[in-house]
Nanobody, 111 residues
């Protein structure tokens, strides 16, 4: 499956963004959809993941601020990001079971 992420941009601290990831195929059968991010000079890290039965996991650094959701009818997953902090600045990638990866979308949070 091919993934296309979008929705990144420049936002002030405290602001919000919603990332979208559209899949070329049916995501309802994909066991886990996830969002990772990679900041300059740092390793790629898991931000959130959601199973096919909508069980979710969030990294401690984003818990309570980010919400992942999926719309199987649109083959799309979302990452709603609220109360953004400068340390959230990174390229965000969506993935399907870590076998397919989107191209990444830049999120920049200014202080």
């Amino acid at each position: 499956v091919q993934l296309q992420a979008s929705g990144g941009g420049l936002v002030q601290a405290g602001g919000s963004l919603r990332l979208s990831c559209v899949a070329s195929g049916n995501i309802s059968s994909i066991s886990v959809m996830g969002w990772f991010r990679q900041a300059p000079g740092k390793q790629r890290e898991l931000v959130a993941r959601m199973s096919s039965y909508s069980s979710t996991y969030y990294a401690d650094s984003v818990k309570g601020r980010f919400t992942m959701s999926r719309d199987n009818a649109k083959n799309t997953v979302y990452l709603q990001m609220n109360s953004l902090k400068p340390e959230d600045t990174a390229v965000y990638y969506c993935t399907a079971s870590q076998a397919s990866w989107g191209q990444g979308t830049q999120v920049t949070v200014s202080s």
